[in-house]
């Protein structure tokens, strides 16, 4: 039941709010303002070092929480592409803890990876959608997203319900290394119980992208830019569009532009610079007028003020709510779905069952 909507993809889209919401409540013990984890739980003081696996968007989930986890937790990650993890029989230190992510919970390759840990981490925990699956009764530790059932094949409200999810994580890591006191979480969590009511209001660009992806839908190439944390979320732009628009688009991270990349823009290729004012965003927005400077045709996506300092001459700006910085690869997944759903639309293309993939990859 589409509920109303014309795509599975736009209502999923639309339930964010409600299910990350509830994300929320099953995470935050709201009277001590902490994070609470199923049990048996896990001491993240005894992490020497964690081993983050998934394929496709929940691969990008796992590059975000690698920034997260390593900034805010001061706990070393490695981040893999499940396909490429275990024929590399990868070494595994002493004190390492796996964490598998996986909407489906049946993804061949991260199963695989999952079963190549048991015996070599000290410890497994996933992050999975469906609670029943392998990989989450495979685990030690499993944690639901608890983001309903997604029908779209391409992933939206499953991808930030992994982040909420590994963002609670990340928190209980930083106070148990005590790298963040319990006031700090409380505060971090205060911060997160009010992106509900952000991410509602980021979907108030949806009639802006609606607007552009006309000209958008023309694009033979597209390119996503993005700094820090908000490399992965480019990453998650660029597959997003090319699953469901087949337009082809690539992300690069906004400082490796010039050892490559800049050769490919020209006033045909649209370059869509994800920037949150966050502590990148100057070095962010000078790649971005590198671009410009070379005839590069610019979508900024900003918050009010950042479009006001550097929106100039950039070829169209969509104005997002301002965001503290941890939680900004949350919110930024929207313009990223929002962008790939109504190019995928205007170019006739099927939503919810896009050609050549399947939901479920239980094939290696
Ligand atoms: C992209 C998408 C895929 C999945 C990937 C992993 O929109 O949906 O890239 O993220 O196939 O699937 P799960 O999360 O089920 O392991």
Redesign the pocket.
């Given at each position: 039941d589409k509920g109303g909507y014309k795509h599975f993809m736009a209502k999923e889209i639309a339930e964010q709010p409600t299910v990350l919401q509830g994300a929320l409540a099953h995470y935050i013990d709201t009277d001590t303002m902490q994070v609470q984890l199923p049990d048996p739980g896990l001491d993240f003081g005894k992490v020497e070092r964690l081993s983050l696996v998934?394929?496709?968007?929940?691969?990008l989930a796992c590059m975000v929480a690698k920034y997260w986890f390593e900034q805010h937790a001061r706990l070393p990650v490695e981040v893999d592409v499940a396909s490429e993890f275990r024929y590399r029989e990868p070494p595994v230190p002493k004190g390492t803890v796996a964490l598998f992510?996986?909407?489906?919970?049946?993804?061949a390759d991260?199963l695989a990876a999952l079963r190549y840990m048991d015996g070599r981490a000290d410890s497994i925990l996933s992050v999975v959608?469906v609670p029943e699956s392998s990989i989450a009764r495979e685990s030690d530790l499993p944690l639901p997203t608890l983001a309903g059932a997604e029908i779209g094949?391409?992933?939206?409200k499953?991808?930030t319900c992994q982040l909420t999810t590994l963002a609670m994580l990340v928190l209980k890591a930083a106070q148990d290394r005590g790298e963040m006191s319990a006031e700090d979480v409380a505060e971090k969590l205060k911060l997160l119980r009010a992106l509900p009511g952000m991410i509602n209001q980021a979907l108030n660009i949806e009639s802006q992208t609606q607007a552009l992806a006309g000209e958008l839908a023309e694009a033979r190439d597209i390119l996503f830019l993005g700094r820090g944390q908000m490399y992965p979320l480019a990453h998650e732009g660029a597959?997003?569009l090319k699953?469901i628009s087949y337009i082809h688009a690539e992300a690069y991270a906004s400082g490796e532009l010039k050892h490559g990349p800049i050769a490919l823009v020209d006033p045909n290729v649209p370059v869509i610079v994800m920037a949150p004012r966050d502590a990148l965003f100057e070095k962010t927005v000078s790649n971005m007028q590198e671009v410009m400077a070379r005839g590069g045709k610019v979508l900024l996506i900003a918050d009010e003020k950042g479009a006001q300092e550097a929106g100039e001459g950039t070829w169209r700006t969509l104005i997002m709510p301002e965001v503290d910085d941890f939680l900004a690869p949350i919110l930024y997944a929207i313009p990223a779905q929002l962008l790939a759903y109504h190019t995928a639309v205007a170019k006739g293309t099927d939503v919810d069952q896009p050609r050549n993939l399947a939901?479920?990859?239980t094939v290696e």
């Open positions: 998934a394929c496709g968007t929940a691969y992510v996986s909407q489906s919970g049946e993804t991260t959608n094949v391409a992933s939206t499953a991808f597959l997003k699953e939901k479920s990859v």
